[in-house]
């Protein structure tokens, strides 16, 4: 299959960024109203970083993900329908309703789960990407972890572990600012940046909030670490426009950043570069009306979806031990 043109990656990137949006949006409604149960945490403002990082991997690759990475599971491939009937707690869904919007996975699709604690899938990725190594593969495991994680010490051992042995892992850092209700400079110190270079590790900083560069680096990235030369960090500069969790008020954030965000909005940002390519507004009007569709049929799908059966939370606990 040939290259294809700049245009036709454009929209394609552009309508993931649309799908995370619509999904997230959709979720603001229906776990106001009660229909999603637990917490949530949405990526509304950092759709560009899982749309521009998984554009660049293959099926065989794995991607650990965070307690905000319902764009991160999207991006990667998993469909509308799994993805709400998960997060609305439904049989149908990707882990049968038991995991939630927080502990999304898809073994089959590489998608070795979210996590509810920071930090706590980087060094599943990095086990992932031993995995790789020892089966002599060019698959590459991916990490996303937000700036809050970067005082964890569970990075560093990682990054350590990864840098001496030289595994094919790739280290997302979706830098917005905020460790929770924090700024990041008044929970880590150092910079990213030079946190790598202690390590010998490569690092590089893109503008988390432009698709079509973070895409650009992720596949230069991806392509070193297919090549040998993991692991890598790639810290994405990017925003967070709702709150640590969904129903905060952020009263501890500046008005004018808040007021500052619509002008560096990516999807906005994506929509320029498109009409830059020769793209037709109508044919982005058509695009963004397809998605809503497809949306408001998977949460239509989900509510008709049936409740798990409690008895079966007992399943898939333990593995049969057999006789000794």
């Given at each position: 299959?040939?290259?294809?043109?700049?245009?036709?990656?454009a929209?394609?990137?552009h309508?993931?960024?649309l799908t995370?949006?619509?999904?997230?949006?959709s979720?603001?409604?229906l776990?106001?109203?009660?229909?999603?149960?637990?917490?949530i945490?949405?990526?509304?403002g950092?759709?560009?970083?899982a749309?521009?990082?998984?554009?660049?991997?293959?099926?065989?690759?794995?991607?650990?993900?965070?307690h905000r990475?319902?764009?991160?599971?999207?991006?990667?491939g998993?469909?509308?329908?799994?993805?709400?009937?998960?997060?609305?707690?439904?049989?149908?869904?990707?882990c049968?309703?038991?995991?939630?919007?927080?502990?999304?996975?898809?073994?089959?699709?590489?998608?070795?789960g979210?996590?509810?604690?920071?930090?706590?899938?980087?060094?599943?990725?990095?086990?992932?990407?031993?995995?790789?190594?020892?089966?002599?593969?060019?698959?590459?495991?991916?990490?996303?972890?937000?700036?809050g994680?970067?005082?964890?010490?569970?990075?560093?051992?990682?990054?350590?572990?990864?840098?001496?042995?030289g595994?094919?892992?790739?280290?997302?850092?979706?830098n917005?600012?905020?460790?929770?209700f924090?700024?990041?400079?008044?929970?880590?110190v150092?910079?990213?940046?030079?946190?790598?270079?202690?390590?010998g590790?490569?690092?590089?900083r893109?503008?988390?909030?432009?698709?079509?560069a973070?895409a650009?680096?992720?596949?230069?990235?991806?392509a070193?670490?297919?090549?040998?030369?993991?692991?890598?960090?790639?810290?994405?500069?990017?925003?967070r426009v709702r709150?640590h969790?969904?129903?905060d008020?952020?009263k501890?954030?500046?008005?004018?950043?808040?007021a500052?965000?619509?002008?560096n909005?990516?999807?906005?940002?994506?929509?320029?570069?498109?009409?830059?390519?020769?793209?037709?507004?109508a044919?982005?009007?058509?695009?963004r009306d397809?998605?809503?569709?497809?949306v408001?049929?998977?949460?239509?799908a989900?509510?008709?979806?049936?409740?798990?059966?409690?008895a079966?939370?007992?399943?898939?606990?333990?593995?049969?031990?057999?006789?000794?």
């Open positions: 299959m040939g290259k294809r043109s700049p245009g036709a990656e929209l394609s990137l309508k993931m960024l995370i949006r619509a999904v997230e949006s979720l603001t409604r776990f106001a109203d009660g229909e999603v149960p637990g917490f945490h949405l990526s509304i950092q759709e560009a970083v749309a521009g990082v998984c554009a660049a991997l293959r099926d065989q690759d794995t991607v650990a993900t965070t990475g319902h764009g991160h599971v999207l991006a990667r998993l469909s509308l329908d799994h993805f709400f009937r998960e997060v609305m707690g439904r049989a149908g869904g990707a049968a309703g038991r995991g939630g919007s927080m502990h999304v996975a898809d073994m089959n699709m590489g998608i070795i979210a996590n509810g604690i920071v930090g706590a899938g980087i060094p599943i990725a990095l086990g992932s990407a031993l995995a790789h190594q020892v089966r002599q593969t060019d698959a590459v495991a991916v990490t996303f972890f937000g700036d994680a970067m005082a964890e010490g569970v990075l560093h051992e990682t990054i350590n572990m990864a840098a001496l042995w595994l094919p892992l790739l280290l997302v850092c979706e917005n600012g905020w460790s929770e924090s700024p990041t400079s008044r929970q880590f150092a910079s990213l940046e030079k946190l790598a270079g202690a390590f590790i490569k690092h590089q893109v503008d988390g909030n432009d698709v079509a973070v650009e680096a992720a596949r230069d990235c991806v070193q670490l297919r090549a040998g030369k993991g692991p890598l960090v790639l810290e994405c500069i990017t925003q709150g969790y969904e129903g008020p952020q501890y954030r500046p008005a004018a950043e808040l500052a965000m619509e002008a909005d990516p999807i906005a940002r994506s929509e320029r570069a498109l009409l830059a390519l020769g793209v037709k507004p044919a982005i009007r058509k695009l397809e998605v809503d569709a497809e408001s049929q998977a949460i239509d989900a509510r008709a979806d049936p409740e798990p059966v409690f079966d939370a007992f399943a898939d606990v333990y593995a049969s031990a057999g006789r000794h």
